[in-house]
């Protein structure tokens, strides 16, 4: 069955510091992979989405993930961290019998302190 | 372009009592998709239509769940009787078609079954 995980609960950071927000995954056949940011009281929103290609695939509001085969990692990253990308952040993968139905990981708050 | 949008934001109810949540998805989006999001959780699929047809309702509680919609346009999940557990935000989503699209989520309804 295809997963995801998500090894962290939370991740702190300083603005201007890099971030990364790690990601494991577990698929049967090529991988697609997506991640989306909750903030506080909205709905989720998609970041980015890696299909088949480049392993460094480029988002909205500056983020990048990267697709590591051999170690099964879709990290998401940020150059240089603000303030307002503190939310949630979710990875997630189709399912294996129903690709319309995306199967998400327990998720991962991003706290980016001043 | 208008999102997808959802009512009521907030709902409180007792054990045991109904309550029904609407979802009106972006235009010209065929597939709807119900989430079930309980605190320190991912989201978990609870139903998918296409147009009005259902495409996966696997991990619906259909005893006690109920979805539809009836014109393939906007739907409405129902709780009856709601039991503790519910207690979590429902998210409704839509897609131009299923499978490796990227999904629009509305804001949700927090559901609180006290």
């Known amino acids: 069955a295809q997963s995801v995980a998500q090894p962290e609960d939370q991740v702190n950071v300083a603005e201007g510091n890099p971030l990364t927000v790690k990601c494991t995954y577990s698929?049967?056949?090529?991988?697609?992979l997506f991640w989306y940011v909750q903030y506080p009281n909205r709905g989720l929103q998609f970041l980015l989405k890696?299909?088949?290609?480049?392993?460094l695939v480029k988002g909205s509001y500056g983020f990048e993930a990267e697709f590591n085969k051999s170690q099964t990692s879709f990290h998401l990253k940020k150059p240089s961290a603000l303030v307002s990308d503190s939310a949630l952040y979710f990875c997630?993968?189709?399912?294996?019998?129903?690709?319309?139905?995306?199967?998400f990981g327990q998720g991962t708050t991003l706290q980016v302190k001043p | 372009e208008a999102g997808v949008a959802q009512s009521p934001r907030y709902k409180i109810i007792e054990k045991r009592q109904s309550v029904a949540f609407w979802c009106n998805p972006i235009?010209?989006?065929?597939?709807l998709y119900w989430y079930q999001q309980i605190l320190g959780q991912g989201p978990k699929l609870l139903i998918q239509f296409q147009n009005n047809g259902v495409v996966d309702d696997s991990q619906l509680p259909k005893d006690r769940f109920s979805a539809e919609r009836l014109k393939g346009v906007d739907s409405t999940l129902k709780i009856q009787p709601a039991k503790l557990e519910d207690s979590a935000v429902y998210l409704c989503?839509?897609?131009?078609?299923?499978?490796?699209?990227?999904?629009?989520f509305g804001s949700g309804t927090q559901l609180s079954v006290l």
């Open positions: 997630a993968v189709p399912s294996s019998s129903n690709t319309g139905k995306l199967i």
């Open positions: 698929v049967s056949g090529n991988p697609y």
């Open positions: 235009s010209g989006h065929a597939t």
């Open positions: 989503a839509s897609s131009f078609s299923p499978g490796g699209e990227k999904l629009f």
């Open positions: 890696y299909i088949t290609g480049d392993n």
